[in-house]
């Protein structure tokens, strides 16, 4: 017993690495990382802030100044940008069996069955799970924020949980600096403040001297953290020359009112949701006498982000987006792994999780197999085949401008990348879909020389 649950562990993380690191160069360089990469691809820190502002707004330049050190040190192909984030997505599989331990421990042991060895089982379960989820390996892929932020945001999680046991000024202090810098990594992150404003909240309502000063103490820190991200979004406003524009954030779709469900379902697969949703019920109701602390803050953290942006959406301007809140996948896991543990028969266990491994992984597989971003590497060859100096290559979409200057970024001589609709006209140019399409016929008529017909991407000259 006391073995099991750290060869899950291993198993998770040695799995969880795997499904990170391997084929990072397989996919090609997409718009949004290619923002990424022009803004940490600066010769300067300094320079790196400037271009972030306006490149990723979402953000306040944590990790494209950490992606340009990085790439200092290991360049900037597409294994070695990526590998950032996948070594951000393995340490978070780390931290989520550290949150889960911690989270397990808000409820005091009222059994002889709830010892220290089934709370590191149950939360050695959660990770293995969180580990071969198709949603938190596909984002630890990419060259964006987001896996880096979601390990801060656990780490901040496990700072809070710490806190609430004895509100140490270590882990108070750890709090408000993992708040700053999950904020200052992308906002987003800071959609985990509400499930932990609403569970302080419950343990205010419960009036006990000890817990209102605890409370006090955990609302200052995260305060503290608030205030901490001020200069650096000062700084960005200045940097940009203003406030980011809403517009910048049209292109998210409405989402429908059962959204939340919607992001579980996808994110797990169609056969592993239906298991991992009755093992989540089943722990939410088996377990709310002996747990009640635990079941109510993880109850929270899953549901009320994904909630508030769904009524935001609704409401003011859309926000759903699954990237934003895949930190509430870690208390989800953390539900079923509970329900497997207090599933009967005994015997029934061993098999549930492997039964949600194996599903999981099959779900990621399938995913794997299909065609994903657009084939911007051949159609940037296919550009720059037979062209002259002082020719330029025009790209529509304007975001995939980018992407071809990261193709052509070691071309001699230097070749221009810039719209479709440049002054002089450019020579070559590559139509993605998603531009519009009477301008699209219009460029048609202008290139009528077909240089490559890819997926979803054509290539034209004059």
């Known amino acids: 017993m006391r073995r099991l649950p750290f060869a899950l562990l291993a198993a998770a993380i040695v799995i969880g690495a795997t499904l990170r690191c391997a084929n990072l160069a397989t996919l090609d360089l997409s718009p949004d990382e290619s923002a990424t990469w022009i803004a940490a691809s600066a010769p300067t820190i300094g320079q790196v802030l400037a271009v972030q502002a306006r490149a990723n707004p979402g953000e306040l330049g944590l990790h494209d100044v950490a992606l340009h050190l990085w790439m200092g040190l290991f360049g900037d192909t597409l294994v070695a940008l990526r590998s950032f984030s996948a070594l951000a997505g393995t340490i978070a599989i780390i931290m989520v069996f550290l949150v889960a331990r911690a989270t397990l421990a808000l409820a005091p042991p009222i059994e002889e069955t709830t010892t220290d060895d089934r709370r590191d089982l149950t939360a050695a379960i959660a990770t293995l799970f969180f580990a071969v989820n198709l949603i938190t390996i596909k984002y630890s892929r990419e060259a964006r924020m987001y896996p880096l932020a979601l390990t801060l945001t656990l780490a901040q999680v496990w700072f809070f949980l710490r806190a609430m046991h004895q509100a140490k000024t270590a882990d108070l202090l750890g709090l408000a600096a993992m ?8 906002f987003t992150s800071a959609l985990i403040l509400i499930p932990e404003g609403l569970y302080l909240l419950v343990v205010l309502a419960q009036a006990a001297a000890e817990n209102r000063a605890r409370v006090m103490c955990l609302g200052a820190a995260l305060a503290l953290g608030l205030f901490l991200v001020t200069p650096f979004l000062l700084l960005s406003i200045h940097l940009r020359g203003g406030a980011p524009n809403p517009q910048t954030w049209e292109w ?21 949701f239906p298991l991992l949703a009755i093992l989540v019920v089943s722990c939410a109701f088996r377990q709310w006498g002996a747990r009640r602390e635990a079941i109510v803050f993880l109850l929270l953290w899953t ?3 994904p909630f508030f942006l769904t009524a935001l959406s609704l409401v003011v301007q859309p926000a759903f987006v699954e990237r934003y809140l895949l930190a509430c996948f870690a208390p989800f896991f953390l539900l079923a792994a509970i329900g497997v543990l207090e599933s009967q028969p005994v015997s029934f266990r061993p098999g549930a999780v492997a039964l949600v491994v194996v599903l999981s992984l099959t779900h990621f597989v399938a995913w794997s197999r299909k065609p994903h971003g657009l084939p911007w590497a051949l159609a940037t060859v296919a550009a720059t085949t037979g062209l002259n100096a002082g020719d330029a290559i025009g790209v529509a979409p304007r975001s995939g401008i980018n992407v071809v200057r990261y193709y052509v970024r070691d071309a001699k001589p230097v070749l221009m990348v810039e719209a479709v609709d440049a002054d002089p006209p450019p020579a070559v140019v590559i139509v993605a879909t998603g531009f519009d399409l009477d301008k699209a016929a219009t ?20």
């Not at 708040?179 to 992308?186: D, E, M, R, S």
Request: charged residues 15%; hydrophobic residues 50%; without cysteine.
């Open 179 to 186: 708040t700053a810098l999950a904020t200052i990594a992308t």
């Open 252 to 272: 998210i779709p409405r989402p429908a009112p059962w959204a939340t469900i919607t992001l579980f379902s996808k994110a797990s697969g169609t056969y592993a």
């Open 303 to 305: 549901f009320a982000p």
């Open 443 to 462: 460029l048609a008529q202008r290139y009528p020389r077909v240089l490559a017909n890819l997926r979803e991407v054509v290539v034209r000259a004059r």
